[in-house]
T-cell receptor, first 107, second 118 residues
Framework: QKEVEQDPGPLSVPEGAIVSLNCTYS??????FMWYRQYSRKGPELLMY????GNKEDGRFTAQVDKSSKYISLFIRDSQPSDSATYLC???????FGDGTTLTVKP | DAGVIQSPRHEVTEMGQEVTLRCKPI?????LFWYRQTMMRGLELLIY????????DSGMPEDRFSAKMPNASFSTLKIQPSEPRDSAVYFC????????????????FGSGTRLTVV
């Protein structure tokens, strides 16, 4: 079993939709949780990171962590075509990344 | 800051040849990571350094792979001899720990080296 499982996608939504991206993890030692966005043929770029359970908001993006369930989510409000990318969750510990969910936002 | 700089951007080589990938981390970052990304296996950590010292190389697939960090501003990943299954995008990333010892943020990735071994 992989340490981090990410909803595989791909995901296609209309512009303006709310998007939910999800990951589960198995190692309770993971302390820091991150979301990266990767555009085609580019390196991943850090979108958000969080340490504690609960919600962290940054503009249209909200990261949610539930350590008791070992579940993390990224919500994108009012999605835009420019949000079309692959989103990877990551856990600091052994720098473990999910396989990514490819999102397409259609105008 | 120019960010993490990797070279070359693209590399096409013949099976059996030696390949050297280069990385310049962000100045002041304590940690440097080498990742490999493929469609089949996603993003895999190969090795990481802290203050130029290799800490965990358990992700290095075989003895054909080696990595060095001779100083704080330069690292190399070498594959010798290269094989077609090594074809992938190789990323270098760096990060830092704050003066209090707590984690100060995520990793900054370079643009990657797309390696094709034919």
């Amino acid at each position: 079993q992989k340490e981090v499982e990410q909803d595989p996608g791909p995901l296609s939504v209309p512009e303006g939709a709310i998007v939910s991206l999800n990951c589960t993890y198995s190692n309770s030692a993971f302390q820091y949780f991150m979301w990266y966005r990767q555009y085609s043929r580019k390196g991943p770029e850090l979108l958000m990171y969080t340490y504690s359970s609960g919600n962290k908001e940054d503009g249209r993006f909200t990261a949610q962590v539930d350590k008791s369930s070992k579940y993390i989510s990224l919500f994108i409000r009012d999605s835009q075509p420019s949000d079309s990318a692959t989103y990877l969750c990551a856990m600091k510990g052994k720098s473990t990344f999910g396989d990514g969910t490819t999102l397409t936002v259609k105008p | 800051d120019a960010g993490v700089i990797q070279s070359p951007r693209h590399e096409v080589t013949e099976m059996g040849q030696e390949v050297t990938l280069r990385c310049k981390p962000i100045s002041g970052h304590d940690y440097l990571f080498w990742y490999r990304q493929t469609m089949m296996r996603g993003l895999e950590l190969l090795i990481y350094f802290n203050n130029n010292v290799p800490i965990d190389d358990s992700g290095m697939p075989e003895d054909r792979f080696s990595a060095k960090m001779p100083n704080a501003s330069f690292s190399t990943l070498k594959i010798q001899p290269s094989e077609p299954r090594d074809s992938a995008v190789y990323f270098c990333a760096s990060s830092m720990i704050s003066s209090t010892g707590t984690y100060s943020g995520g990793y900054t990735f370079g643009s990657g080296t797309r390696l094709t071994v034919v």
